[in-house]
């Protein structure tokens, strides 16, 4: 199947882009293109414009403000997985797990999130990291990326707004982190996928759930006994019984996805 039929343009700066989305009564932006180009062709999405900011300066640099690493939307899963930036080594690891090289070379970090499939890899791994996404409208705002999505492929990004940057904080030298999902095969999306950051430096605690509901689903009360606890607290029942009170309408093979998952995130995080 082919797409329908569009219109096209190639904007020269954020802001050109940020007028054409104002002025079309149905626009997407399109970067890699790697979840749009199919949902054009299947035709599941049917814009009247189509914004290519692929080759947008302001969405490809990648600085550091500190304590944190701003990554501009545009900045390809690629070379997340080819770059060294301290205190932000899970950012390549993530990375490099993502479907193929070739998805990688295309696909943005930016997209991913806009795109808010349940199974995505960076929106759970930049939730347990404590990211938040920097937002380009009418009114800029920057909101945590646990609170950006509101269901499956339902954000809280506007019509006439685009995600400029993520600001991904540091872990420190005592930071530890880990990740872990279930594909069928390499390269597909995670039937069940968890993410777990401490640091106890910074005072981070965090657990997430992915792939098995249309928001990310947090772990608070276990991610603050695995950080007073240790790796004691880390047990697979203490696991089983957090996932069980999260989300009681799993069936038994998600429950036990879901705790799997999770205790092998958690193995990355006490690994020596």
């Known amino acids: 199947m082919k797409a329908?039929?569009?219109?096209?343009?190639?904007?020269?700066?954020?802001?050109?882009?940020?007028a054409?989305?104002?002025?079309?009564?149905?626009?997407?932006?399109?970067?890699g293109g790697q979840s749009l180009g199919p949902m054009l062709n299947l035709r599941?999405?049917?814009?009247?414009?189509l914004i290519d900011v692929s080759r947008l300066q302001a969405l490809q640099q990648i600085e550091d403000t500190g304590g944190a690493w701003r990554i501009g939307a545009g900045v390809t899963h690629a070379r997340l997985e080819?770059?060294?930036?301290?205190?932000?080594?899970?950012?390549?690891?993530?990375?490099?797990?993502?479907?193929y090289r070739s998805i990688r070379n295309r696909g943005t970090i930016g997209g991913s999130l806009a795109h808010a499939d349940p199974a995505a890899d960076w929106p759970l791994a930049?939730?347990?990291?404590?990211?938040?996404i920097n937002i380009r409208g009418p009114q800029p705002r920057s909101v945590p990326v646990e609170s950006f999505i509101l269901g499956a492929f339902t954000t809280v990004l506007q019509a006439n707004e685009l995600i400029v940057s993520i600001d991904v904080p540091k872990l420190t030298r005592a930071g530890r982190h880990g990740y872990y999902k279930f594909c069928r095969k390499t390269g597909e999306f995670a039937e069940a996928s968890a993410a777990a950051v401490f640091d106890p430096q910074s005072g981070a605690a965090r657990i997430f759930l992915g792939a098995l509901r249309g928001t990310l689903q947090p772990l608070p009360s276990l991610?603050?006994?695995?950080?007073?606890?240790?790796?004691t607290a880390a047990s697979a029942e203490a696991v089983a019984a957090a996932v069980a009170q999260l989300a009681r309408d799993?069936?038994?093979?998600?429950?036990?996805?879901?705790?799997?998952?999770?205790t092998r995130a958690l193995m990355q995080v006490f690994a020596p």
């Open 20 to 31: 054409a989305l104002t002025k079309a009564d149905s626009a997407k932006l399109v970067a």
């Open 82 to 99: 080819d770059m060294h930036l301290p205190g932000g080594e899970m950012l390549r690891e993530v990375a490099a797990g993502i479907a």
């Open 44 to 49: 599941l999405a049917r814009p009247s414009l």
């Open 250 to 262: 799993l069936d038994p093979v998600e429950r036990r996805m879901a705790s799997a998952a999770v």
């Open 223 to 231: 991610a603050h006994q695995v950080a007073s606890g240790g790796a």
């Open 4 to 18: 329908a039929r569009f219109d096209y343009v190639r904007p020269g700066d954020v802001a050109e882009a940020l």
């Open 126 to 132: 930049l939730a347990a990291l404590g990211a938040s």
